[in-house]
């Protein structure tokens, strides 16, 4: 979950800035390049394959930690290996669009009080399936509406960039297939 309206883009920029609307707030259902593939070496280069859902899921779990986690979600609620989705939203869906294409999608997030948190992100792929690696980070009651369709931009995000960059290098190394992928400290191996 990305927690400020000033950081409402994956990237930073104030370029997707919109503040909370409170229609359309429907639940949805539990689930920097601009060129998909683009910074993967070895993720479904030549030779390697295509990437399989599975495999990307698998890898993109394997490769959530603290150091990947959204600083400002840390400061309210720590991430755990309990709870390894929290906070990973924003660069999850970046290295699935790296990977995958399509768009990136960004819903509000809603607290059980009903008071507005920030927003969700996750993708939706070129078939049109809603692909949403994070949605089981919300454990407390929130609500999620439904999303809308946010253009990237260009180049290296502004915003998370040190750690979009250090999850996209573990998921590029355990697709790749390579021994010793790199474990992230404190998540899973």
């Known amino acids: 979950m990305t927690p400020t309206?000033?950081?409402?883009?994956?990237?930073?920029s104030g370029a997707q800035h919109t503040e909370p609307q409170p229609a359309g707030q429907q639940d949805r259902g539990p689930g920097g390049s601009t060129e998909p593939g683009s910074g993967m070496a070895g993720a479904g280069a030549a030779g390697a394959g295509p990437v399989t859902l599975g495999a990307l899921e698998a890898a993109v779990r394997a490769s959530w930690a603290a150091d990947t986690c959204c600083p400002s979600d840390l400061t309210r609620i720590p991430w755990t290996p309990r709870n390894p989705a929290w906070g990973h939203c924003d660069v999850t869906a970046l290295v699935v669009h790296d990977l995958l294409?399509?768009?990136l999608v960004r819903g509000e997030v809603y607290g059980p009080g009903g008071a507005w948190e920030g927003y969700h992100w996750w993708n939706?792929?070129?078939?049109?399936?809603?692909?949403?690696?994070t949605r089981e980070q919300f454990r407390r009651g929130e609500r999620v509406t439904d999303g809308v369709p946010v253009p990237r931009p260009p180049g290296r995000p502004r915003r998370r960039a040190a750690e979009y960059e250090r999850l996209r290098e573990r998921v590029a190394a355990r697709l790749a297939g390579r021994p010793g992928a790199p474990a992230p400290p404190g998540g899973p191996a």
């Open 124 to 133: 939706r792929l070129p078939s049109g399936l809603e692909l949403d690696l």
């Open 5 to 12: 309206p000033q950081d409402a883009g994956p990237d930073g």
């Open 101 to 103: 294409g399509g768009a």
